[in-house]
């Protein structure tokens, strides 16, 4: 048991990478001994992304219109440079990446504009109701769905709506223990401010290190300590939100009976229905220790049920994650480690983490009370050395999807989410659309890392040789694995949020009445359809 180690790095992280994962310094060759794994079952070629001068970007925006921005919200925040425009060009995805490395670059923003308040959005929004500008809000840029893709047809521009200046931690209520963020504060900004306080928000997803605030409101977006802290969208208890039709201001109470809770529409509508300008959370007090363990099951469906064991008795640790054998068979769940050889990776069978985090009385009493439940299961305790390597390593991941990607391998993540009755089903399925449209030589892995009572989420890697054309390989697999999900009945996305990707599989889940519902609010709210379009609404 540690002292409470803080999962941030480094609160001033650098702008990511225009065709790659987070840090540039952090991006590196794959390993040799992953090199060597990926070589032989899969085969690589070396496939070098363009240099950034020659990605090909949309036209800046005419001098005019920059010049109309400018008068809004300063010149010094209206940038229409091609490094700028070239870092505000899509998200995260493998397809949006596969495109930039290819020197594609065509759905880059024609400025970047960079508002300081919530006038000074709202102005911006009836600017390009007036100007038919789309405009695109931009937090961390960590979208994996094709979520900051606008499209343009019919528009006189598109602007990215940068939210890098909202960067505040407005106001601390400690009798209620809830705070008030501004959107663009980036999970480490966030987590240090309050860490100042004594306080934390507790929300930790791979994305961290760069994904702001806003970015987790609008997306539902889940931490790997969501079976202790909750979902993001259960710790926002208020919205402020720019629209085309004036403010919103949500969260008077922590709960009420007034109608159906807007703040849910608002969370999930990846700035389709307007820009969040403030965001009021739940926080707890800074955890005096944290603390890690890995366990060993004989298969995925025993550790399965482990967990929902756990979840079902309500003794959840703060963080609990199971990787199924051919994860746990390359260490996936400790990345600095893929393809080396471990107690873990030789003896077969499924390694689960939990992770305890308060004061070390609490920690101690929910550690004991789980240890008893698992060994009783038949689960085999592995000790911390295991479990506080999966932490160290827990926001590395990402960076070995562009390693693979510099030799050719295709690598992508796709999640869904189900009831337990039907979570070994789903897991079957998508494992084998996957396999059957892209080949044997593929390599699909799955973990699962958020869990409830009545059900959990499966969170695949699949890793395959590119094609020479390896855009259409990828949709056509993208396909395969959505159809299995939602004909089986999982839900397309449980934290990725919809974006582009997974319109068609929305509307296919929500039916016909709920696609009205969501276009009726979109009409209402931005009748001249310039907030983010082309994203969520079906």
Not at 156 to 175: H, Q, W, Y
Not at 194 to 220: C, D, M, N, W
Not at 227 to 236: I, M, Q
């Amino acid at each position: 048991m540690s002292a409470h180690p803080s999962p941030i790095s480094d609160p001033t992280s650098p702008e990511m990478h225009w065709s790659r994962w987070g840090d540039p310094a952090h991006a590196g060759p794959l390993a040799e001994s992953a090199f060597a794994l990926v070589d032989t079952f899969i085969g690589t070629t070396d496939t070098p992304a363009v240099d950034p001068a020659d990605v090909r970007l949309s036209e800046p925006l005419d001098a005019a219109l920059v010049a109309e921005l400018a008068a809004i919200v300063g010149a010094e925040h209206v940038l229409t440079d091609h490094e700028t425009r070239l870092h505000r060009t899509r998200g995260k995805s493998t397809p949006d990446l596969l495109k930039l490395r290819a020197g594609d670059g065509s759905d880059s923003p024609d400025a970047v504009v960079r508002p300081g308040d919530h006038d000074e959005v709202e102005a911006l929004i009836a600017w390009a109701v007036r100007r038919h500008v789309a405009v695109v809000p931009f937090g961390g840029g960590t979208s994996v769905v094709g979520g900051l893709a606008a499209r343009r047809d019919g528009f006189a521009g598109v602007i990215s709506l940068d939210l890098l200046r909202f960067d505040k931690l407005v106001e601390v209520d400690r009798t209620s223990m809830t705070a008030v963020l501004e959107p663009g504060l980036r999970g480490p900004q966030a987590e240090a401010l309050l860490a100042a306080e004594g306080l934390t928000l507790g929300h930790f997803p791979q994305s961290f290190q760069y994904a702001s605030i806003g970015g987790f409101a609008v997306t539902r977006s889940s931490g790997q300590s969501s079976a202790g802290y909750g979902r993001f969208d259960a710790l926002v208890v208020g919205l402020t939100v720019a629209t085309p039709q004036g403010t919103l201001e949500l969260g008077s109470s922590p709960s009420n009976a007034a109608g159906p809770d807007l703040r849910e529409l608002v969370m999930g509508s990846e700035g389709a229905f307007g820009v969040v300008t403030a965001v009021r959370v739940r926080v707890r007090p800074l955890p005096e220790v944290r603390s890690y363990e890995a366990w060993r099951w004989a298969s995925f469906t025993e550790g399965a049920a482990a967990m929902r064991t756990l979840a079902q008795a309500g003794m959840l640790p703060t963080v609990l994650r199971l990787s199924d054998e051919n994860e746990t068979a390359i260490n996936l769940a400790k990345p600095s480690e893929v393809g080396s050889e471990s107690a873990e990776s030789t003896s077969g069978g499924c390694l689960m983490v939990t992770g305890y985090e308060g004061t070390p009385a609490a920690v101690e009493a929910k550690r004991a009370a789980v240890t008893a439940l698992l060994a009783g299961l038949g689960g085999q305790n592995l000790g911390p050395d295991s479990g506080q390597a999966w932490a160290d390593g827990r926001f590395h991941g990402p960076y070995l999807r562009d390693s693979l990607l510099d030799v050719g391998v295709l690598v992508e993540t796709m999640e869904t989410v189900t009831f337990w009755s039907n979570l070994d089903h789903v897991y079957t399925s998508v494992k084998d659309a996957l396999v059957g449209a892209l080949g044997e030589a593929t390599l699909v892995l799955c973990h699962i890392s958020h869990v409830y009572e009545t059900g959990a989420s499966l969170y695949f890697t699949v890793a395959t040789k590119a094609a020479d054309e390896p855009l259409p390989q990828w949709l056509a697999a993208k396909a395969a694995a959505s159809d299995a999900m939602v004909h089986n009945g999982a839900s397309i996305t449980h934290h990725h949020a919809v974006g582009q990707d997974h319109k068609p599989w929305l509307a296919e889940e929500i039916g016909p009445v709920g696609v009205e519902i969501l276009r009726a609010v979109k009409e209402r709210l931005d009748p001249t359809g310039v907030l983010n379009p082309g994203v969520l609404i079906p």
